[in-house]
């Protein structure tokens, strides 16, 4: 084999990998079907599930802060997930947890007996598409791959090996570099990201209460209903 045919069977290649790149991310949309917030996320390889990767704030005020936290970490252990974050000052803590995607909304409700709920967001971002996306030219490149080692069994000259080796090298290395992609993507669906803050509750002392009940009672002065 020349290195004009070599040069010739990588252009084929190419354009093999990205006719195999739009097919599989054809494939991919069409088997999709949209679900409920809330249901578990499926592997893209012939799902048909929508991947959701959902996100929660909450903020509690409390009684003891330590107490509620050590609460916290309780429930987090029970609904399976764990504390990926954590900072802790005199009257407040924050985490950042992790939670089984399926487990949140309970989580989120346990969690809230913890004290006051102050506030409470859940937010979902749909990657579906990006997750075609990377699936697609992962299947395309592994193609490739899997090319470029047969091509390599039938190099001849040095400077063939050569040739396809270094592209069989940056091939191979876009592989790795999407399967981590997508396998942390995968993830972030699986496992739903809570950022959870404790606050110690504000106990007005006598002068804090006369403070308190002045300021009402001005302002009954200057409002009329």
Same mark, same amino acid.
Request: no cysteine.
């Given at each position: %084999?020349?290195?004009a045919r070599i040069a010739a069977a990588l %252009?084929?290649?190419a354009g093999a990998a990205c006719s195999t790149r739009a097919a599989v991310a054809t494939k !991919? #949309?069409? !088997?999709?079907a949209t679900v409920a917030p809330g249901a578990p996320p499926v592997a893209l390889a012939g799902d048909t599930a #929508?991947? &959701?990767? #959902? #996100?929660? /704030? &909450?903020?509690? $005020? $409390?009684?003891?802060v330590s107490r509620a936290a050590a609460r916290a970490e309780a429930v987090l252990v029970s609904s399976?997930?764990? $504390?990926? =974050?954590?900072? =802790? /000052?005199d009257r407040s803590a924050s985490f950042t947890l992790r939670v089984p995607e399926k487990s949140l909304e309970a989580t989120l409700d346990s969690l809230a007996t913890l004290g006051t709920v102050a506030s409470r967001r859940v937010s979902a971002e749909d990657v579906t598409?990006? /997750?075609i996306d990377l699936d697609a030219r992962l299947q395309? &490149?592994? /193609?490739? =791959?899997d090319r470029l080692r047969k091509l390599h069994e039938t190099a001849t000259s040095v400077t063939e090996v050569i040739t396809v080796e270094r592209e069989l090298g940056r091939v191979q290395g876009e592989v790795d570099s999407l399967e981590g992609r997508l396998k942390h993507l995968r993830s972030s669906a699986a496992l739903a990201a809570v950022e959870l803050s404790i606050r110690q509750k504000i106990v007005l002392g006598p002068l804090g209460v006369i403070a308190k009940g002045l300021g009402t009672l001005?302002?009954?002065?200057? $409002?009329?209903?």
């Open positions: %084999m020349t290195a %252009m084929l290649l !991919a #949309r069409g !088997a999709i #929508r991947l &959701l990767v #959902r #996100r929660a /704030a &909450l903020d509690v $005020v $409390v009684d003891d399976g997930g764990y $504390v990926e =974050r954590e900072r =802790r /000052a598409e990006q /997750a395309s &490149l592994i /193609a490739t =791959r001005l302002s009954k002065l200057f $409002v009329w209903q």
